[in-house]
């Protein structure tokens, strides 16, 4: 059996790049640490690390375990705290991954209430538009707006996401309001992140799909989200990023008869652990208890919100 500092030795090495950093973090010397991953790859029968006199790599076999250890570590770390400070106290250090814009617009305004409720908890926030490895770069959860497919990972939804088709009234009034989706697709400026394109919208006849038609091309949510409020076309967008601006007319919604897929919703994501650990927890029970399924960023829209929905198989 693995001796688990041993285990420890290793994953910080892996975190921190090289040996010498990882001696510096646990203050052993680079001759021990070298020494104590030896002895555990002799134990395993495996060689773990790839070793150059720059860099050091995981083998395939190193990457698995590593993934484990991660999982065991953070196992240890939660047993330690409900014997010592009781399960329900969170401590340590919670690594957050989020989308950009959510992020910044519904995760970090919150963090100081959340901070001052959990004064033994440090959050490292990342704000990303990919699809971050949670297990492989270490972080704690994730916040992903997506349909969420089967996988490894654990999930809790959080929030419905409700994504309406919007203009601005300055580009309604050069353009008109297009009538029907045949009139949006063969008649309007259609703008969105190369990600997000295309659109999967249900409606009376089921599923449909649009392409995006626009001179402008990004990979940034945010630019489409700017250049739709000054009037460069038409744009599907989520009500937690346009709400304020549907509320004060800066935006209008258009073909209310369609919207995109329910099953999208708003997730904590997270790895698959028997024991998940006490940060974890009260940081997605925050959350859940802050969005809810009428989350507060659909105030006023309850009327739009209110309109027949269509069956997203109905077509299909």
């Not at 995981?58 to 047993?79: C, K, M, N, P």
């Not at 033994?120 to 992903?144: K, Q, T």
């Not at 698959?272 to 029970?285: G, T, W």
Request: neutral net charge; contains cysteine.
């Amino acid at each position: 059996m693995s001796n688990l500092t041993d285990m420890e030795i290793f994953a910080r090495v892996v975190a921190a790049g090289s040996m010498s950093a990882a001696g510096r973090e646990m203050a052993l010397s680079p001759a021990v640490v070298s020494k104590r991953i030896r002895r555990l790859e002799d134990r395993l029968g495996t060689r773990l690390l790839q070793r150059t006199t720059r860099q050091i790599a995981l083998t395939e076999a190193g990457q698995g375990f590593y993934d484990r250890v991660l999982a065991i570590l953070a196992s240890v770390e939660e047993a330690e705290t409900f014997v010592t400070r009781g399960s329900a106290q969170a401590r340590g250090t919670l690594k957050v991954s989020a989308p950009t814009s959510f992020g910044r617009l519904h995760v970090a305004p919150h963090l100081g209430k959340f901070l001052e409720a959990n004064p033994d908890l440090s959050v490292s926030l990342d704000l990303s538009d990919d699809f971050v490895d949670i297990v492989g770069d270490g972080y704690d959860l994730a916040i992903r707006i997506a349909e969420l497919s089967d996988s490894s990972l654990v999930a809790r939804r959080l929030a419905p996401v409700h994504r309406v088709l919007c203009a601005a009234p300055s580009y309604l009034a050069r353009h008109g309001e297009p009538q029907s989706l045949a009139d949006l697709t063969e008649n309007h400026v259609r703008i969105a992140a190369t990600a997000q394109d295309p659109w999967r919208l249900v409606g009376p006849q089921g599923t449909e799909i649009v392409r995006a038609s626009s001179h402008l091309r990004t990979n940034s949510s945010e630019v489409v989200r700017e250049a739709l409020i000054a009037g460069v076309g038409v744009a599907l967008r989520s009500t937690w990023d346009i709400g304020p601006e549907l509320r004060d007319g800066r935006l209008r919604i258009v073909l209310p008869a369609y919207r995109a897929s329910r099953q999208v919703g708003l997730h904590a994501v997270y790895p698959s652990r028997r024991f998940l650990p006490a940060k974890v927890r009260v940081f997605i029970d925050f959350l859940a208890h802050l969005y809810g399924p009428s989350p507060y960023w659909d105030s006023g829209l309850e009327q739009w919100l209110a309109e027949p929905t269509h069956s997203a198989t109905a077509a299909e």
